[in-house]
């Protein structure tokens, strides 16, 4: 397959998280009989991007080896749906939890397939029975930003061979929050740390993803609003 129509890349994407809507927006300007390449580097793609064509009625005319990369060949069918229903969809889109008080002072949390422990917010100890609420919250901070870096990175064929985020926060006071004075505020009044990143790409390219995923991170966004964040992007060789 030499002469696609069009070609989209869904770097580390699955087919659960986003890449099929990357391809939709890429087959929607097609006629139909047209020929869409899709490259990625996730390999359960192999598997559930065919199992995807049989099921909306494009015909999946196979694969071949690319570089650093797999190059997937759909041919556009006749009888597709709307490619803004699918993204109204996804906009609107809620997500969900459940949670329920668990033994001590603990809670158990409910998402999707999977459960969690959370324990008290203001426990000082090294070892603790279950990460506070105020671990999740870094965890999720970082865990949005590293995750979505890496993908801005995949899409754009850019190479990152280690990421990692380092972040602290502290409250306006912590004895408000555990009733011991009765003045001041119980909120998270900075949360600064450092996002390091090793890869071969240039270091102009990389500060443009990285101020990209910032602009792109529901947690980050959300956070800034009311917490300042100082978290400083560092290029390590």
């Known amino acids: 397959m030499d002469n696609p129509q069009a070609i989209c890349d869904g770097g580390d994407l699955d087919c659960g998280s986003g ?9 929607d300007p097609l006629s ?19 199992a995807w064509c049989r099921m909306v009625d494009h015909e999946f005319l196979g694969s071949e080896p690319g570089d650093n990369t797999t190059r997937y060949f759909i041919r556009k069918g ?27 002072l603990t809670s158990k949390v409910h998402s999707r397939n999977h459960t969690f422990m959370v324990g ?4 000082f ?31 754009r ?22 009733e ?21 790409a240039d270091e102009e390219e990389l500060e443009k993803i990285w101020e990209n995923c910032l602009e792109r991170s529901p947690i980050y966004q959300t956070l800034k609003q009311a917490i300042k964040i100082d978290i400083q992007f560092s290029i390590v060789y």
């Open 19 to 27: 890449l099929l809507l990357i391809i939709k927006k890429a087959m």
């Open 32 to 50: 139909s009989g047209d020929v869409l390449e899709v490259r990625s580097r996730e390999r359960t793609v192999a598997e559930d991007l065919p």
């Open 78 to 104: 006749s009888n597709q749906a709307e490619l803004e229903q699918d993204l109204a969809a996804a906009k609107g889109y809620e997500w969900s939890v459940r949670v329920q008080a668990d033994e001590d």
């Open 120 to 123: 008290q917010p203001a426990d």
């Open 125 to 155: 100890s090294a070892k603790v029975q279950a990460p506070s609420a105020i671990d999740y919250l870094l965890g999720s901070l970082a865990s949005c930003l590293t995750v979505g870096f890496k993908a801005q990175a995949s899409r």
């Open 157 to 178: 064929n850019i190479e990152i061979d280690h990421l990692e985020v380092s972040l602290k926060a502290g409250l306006e006071n912590v004895l408000f929050h555990m």
């Open 180 to 200: 011991f004075e009765d003045v001041g505020s119980p909120k998270v009044k900075l949360i600064k740390g450092t996002f390091y990143v090793s890869s071969p």
